[in-house]
């Protein structure tokens, strides 16, 4: 059910390696070519940057879905114009291989259901990625209240044992400070926290302001 949201994920993993192909070693050929044949790719660059900028996004967007913001900053750090690059974002966009509301869907689907990412997790790792705000806003708003509640309580019965042995007072940092490191408002975390450690059977005196900051 969740298939398609699984890019997202995959995705943290290949920014890091396709920035750093698409930024340097320049001269050494196209990424897991030969040297001579690679020598020949280069020297087949385009030089109309129009063609650049779009034979770029084409090769980031065979990897993995991308925002505006991600191509953009990608045409930057190669030098295009910027009136090339407005161009060809444009066009793609008008063509559907750029659509920054279904990416900002599809990630937070797939950053909730596989990580248990709440709402201000999953705006903030958006707006790295340059979503609009309005798109932001949008998407997050579609995972309810109650859908968040019942994650934020399902992490913590998955850590609920490992935190025994450990005084009270530890197991609530430890189970609160979790979720608040993954975006949960501070009072549903101490919620949440009270609610798992009253049902095993402590009563912890738990009281606002004790978690770090995520």
Known sequence: MHRPGRQPQRQEEREAHEEHAETGGHGHGTPGGGGTDGGRAGARAPADPVERARALCLRLLTGAPRTRGQLAEALR???????????????????????DAAFADAWVESRHHGR???????????????????????????????RETE???????????????????????????????KGYPEGLALRVVREALEAEGENPDVRDGCLPEP
């Open 77 to 99: 750090k190669r030098e295009i114009p910027e009136e090339a690059a407005a161009a060809v974002l444009d066009r793609f966009e008008e063509a559907g291989l750029i659509d």
């Open 116 to 146: 248990g990412l709440a709402r201000r997790a999953l705006a903030r790792e958006l707006r790295t990625r340059g979503v609009d705000s309005t798109l932001i806003e949008e998407a997050v708003s579609r995972l309810d209240g109650e």
């Open 151 to 181: 994650t934020a309580r399902e992490l913590v019965a998955r850590k609920l044992r490992a935190t025994r042995g450990l005084d009270r007072q530890k197991r609530i940092r430890r189970l609160a400070g979790m979720l608040a490191r």
